[in-house]
């Protein structure tokens, strides 16, 4: 099995909403990931975490918080969102350093 | 950190043409990814290649870590062929950074 599940696949919100993004992997993967990615535009890192502690931080702003409940879930709670931050959001796992990384179907997200 | 250039950019072909896909990196890599990124967003995997060749079906993939480069063979080409095709690497100094080329458009036409 090498599959990811992100919910929701679809999600609109207001700029004063709060929301959460989830992922899921039952992979045995130590490491988590999430991509932001823009239309016409390669997916670009946002966080890492490994062993469900946030290794990674691409200076990504404070209204984007990520959180590693247990070592098969990642969250990214959104709050107070712009127009600018609407893209597709991908969550990716792999084993590791090194290792081959899978990601899930993403998340659409349209900030109104 | 790490660039990674993929060509072209573009590309349209028939249906049953061939076709080659390069990738150059700047740094010596641990990890090196071929992604095909279909209509709706999902990032499939194609190959995990850090070094040397491999193939599956009518794909295959070349990797020459020496030289910094990955080459991604089509042969026959068809319409489900359509999508972007990504590379993504990870430095050899190991931060597990995947970082994603800048893409490559194909498109089969029937």
């Known amino acids: 099995d090498t599959e990811v599940t992100q919910t929701p696949k679809h999600l609109v919100m207001g700029m004063t909403n709060k929301k959460s993004l989830k992922c899921e992997q039952h992979?045995?993967?130590?490491?988590m990931y999430w991509y932001k990615q823009k239309a016409k535009k390669p997916p670009e890192l946002m966080f890492v975490?490994?062993?469900?502690?946030?290794?990674i931080n691409e200076s990504v702003p404070s209204r984007f918080s990520p959180e590693c409940p247990n070592s098969s879930l990642l969250n990214l709670h959104l709050h107070a969102l712009q127009p600018e931050d609407s893209a597709l959001y991908l969550c990716?796992?792999?084993?590791?350093?090194?290792?081959?990384?899978?990601f899930g179907q993403g998340t659409r997200l349209t900030v109104v | 950190g790490i660039q990674v250039e993929q060509s072209p950019p573009d590309l349209i072909l028939q249906e049953g043409a061939n076709s080659t896909l390069r990738c150059n990196f700047s740094?010596?890599?641990?990890?090196l990814q071929w992604f095909h990124q279909n209509p709706w967003g999902q990032l499939i995997n194609l190959f995990y290649?850090?070094?040397g060749t491999k193939q599956n079906g009518r794909l295959s993939a070349t990797t020459v870590a020496t030289e910094r480069y990955s080459l991604l063979y089509i042969s026959s080409s068809q319409t489900t062929d359509s999508g972007v095709y990504f590379c993504?690497?990870?430095?050899?100094?190991?931060?597990?950074?995947?970082?994603f080329g800048t893409g490559t458009r194909l498109t089969i036409i029937p």
């Open positions: 290649i850090p070094s």
């Open positions: 975490y490994s062993y469900e502690k946030l290794s």
């Open positions: 993504a690497v990870e430095p050899d100094f190991g931060n597990e950074k995947l970082t």
């Open positions: 990716a796992s792999s084993h590791g350093q090194g290792a081959d990384a899978f």
């Open positions: 740094d010596s890599v641990n990890n």
């Open positions: 992979m045995g993967h130590r490491a």
